[in-house]
């Protein structure tokens, strides 16, 4: 599985880098903060709603501490995306939130 820390996300934002970022949370916990760029599928629904998704993209997958996040991108890997786990999620996260 590959890998990212958030800071290493967030430098590739500030250095203008096309991210697609998903956060697998549930609604309540995005309710509270969310990376602003990032696309909210909770992972319970991640299978279900794979037509949002390009298999020519990459995905990074975040959620509170890497656990979920770990699980969206075993999945869609198994299913022939391009993810990568955000290891430490948005406890780790210290950029913009909406």
Do not use: F
């Not at 934002?13 to 509270?32: F, S, T």
């Not at 990376?35 to 298999?55: F, V, W």
């Amino acid at each position: 599985m590959k890998l990212i820390t958030a800071k290493d996300l967030e430098k590739k934002i500030k250095a203008g880098e096309k991210v697609n970022i998903i956060d697998v949370r549930e609604a309540d916990e995005v309710a509270k903060n969310k990376i602003i760029e990032a696309k909210h599928i909770p992972l319970g629904e991640i299978t279900n709603r794979l037509n949002e998704l390009d298999k020519n993209e990459h995905y990074y997958m975040v959620c509170t501490k890497g656990a979920r996040s770990g699980s969206a991108t075993d999945q869609l890997m198994q299913m022939g995306y391009n993810a990568t786990n955000v290891v430490d999620g948005m406890l780790g996260w210290e950029g913009d939130v909406k």
